[in-house]
């Protein structure tokens, strides 16, 4: 009699999993090449500006391998359906912060992402999430632009109060 495994059907590689981990690996070489750039730079210290940059290359390839090697054993857990309706909030709110960010500045621009994406995960209040997300912007302009003397880009709200 031969015994029938529940996963015996199951066993095929993991196709997502099989094309991250090529995206990886591409990823990782590019970082090690733009890294090596650096390195050029300063070569006469054993840790410079291409270190960090070649460690994360270094885990990067690490996690193609990882990940390729769990596709084929296809040990991924089930994967939930994906809602598209929140990432294309999030993304929405991306856009519109680049799109605003020179006209409104910083602060307006930064408050819709955070509306929009408070939005995508639920908060379903407009009215409430933008002003707040407005009011923190200008919170984290003021500490990044003012105290810190960063170049953050400044529009009508800015330049009322400053």
Same mark, same amino acid.
Do not use: C
């Given at each position: 009699?031969?015994?029938?495994?529940?996963?015996?059907?199951?066993?095929?590689?993991?196709?997502?999993?099989?094309?991250?981990?090529?995206?990886?690996?591409?990823?990782?070489?590019?970082?090690?090449?733009?890294?090596?750039?650096?390195?050029?730079?300063?070569?006469?210290?054993?840790?410079?500006?291409?270190?960090?940059?070649?460690?994360?290359?270094?885990?990067?390839?690490?996690?193609?391998?990882?990940?390729?090697?769990?596709?084929?054993?296809?040990?991924?857990?089930?994967?939930?359906?994906?809602?598209?309706?929140?990432?294309?909030?999030?993304?929405?709110?991306?856009?519109?912060?680049?799109?605003?960010?020179?006209?409104?500045?910083?602060?307006?621009?930064? !408050?819709?992402? @955070?509306?929009?994406?408070?939005?995508?995960?639920?908060? +379903?209040? #407009?009215?409430? %999430? $933008? =002003?707040? !997300?407005?009011? @923190?912007?200008?919170?984290?302009?003021?500490?990044?632009? +003012?105290? #810190?003397?960063? %170049? $953050? =880009?400044? !529009?009508?709200?800015?330049?009322?109060?400053?």
């Amino acid at each position: 009699m031969s015994e029938v495994t529940p996963h015996a059907d199951k066993r095929r590689p993991d196709r997502a999993a099989l094309i991250i981990a090529p995206v990886l690996f591409v990823l990782a070489a590019v970082i090690w090449w733009d890294a090596s750039r650096l390195s050029a730079m300063s070569n006469y210290a054993r840790i410079g500006p291409a270190t960090v940059p070649h460690a994360v290359a270094i885990g990067l390839a690490l996690l193609a391998v990882w990940t390729a090697f769990e596709a084929w054993r296809s040990d991924f857990p089930e994967r939930e359906p994906i809602e598209v309706s929140p990432v294309v909030f999030i993304v929405a709110g991306l856009a519109g912060q680049m799109l605003l960010l020179k006209t409104a500045g910083f602060s307006i621009a930064t !408050g819709v992402l @955070f509306a929009l994406t408070a939005f995508g995960f639920g908060k +379903r209040k #407009l009215w409430i %999430s $933008l =002003p707040l !997300g407005i009011a @923190f912007s200008f919170a984290v302009w003021i500490i990044f632009g +003012r105290l #810190l003397q960063l %170049s $953050l =880009p400044a !529009g009508p709200l800015e330049h009322l109060f400053f």
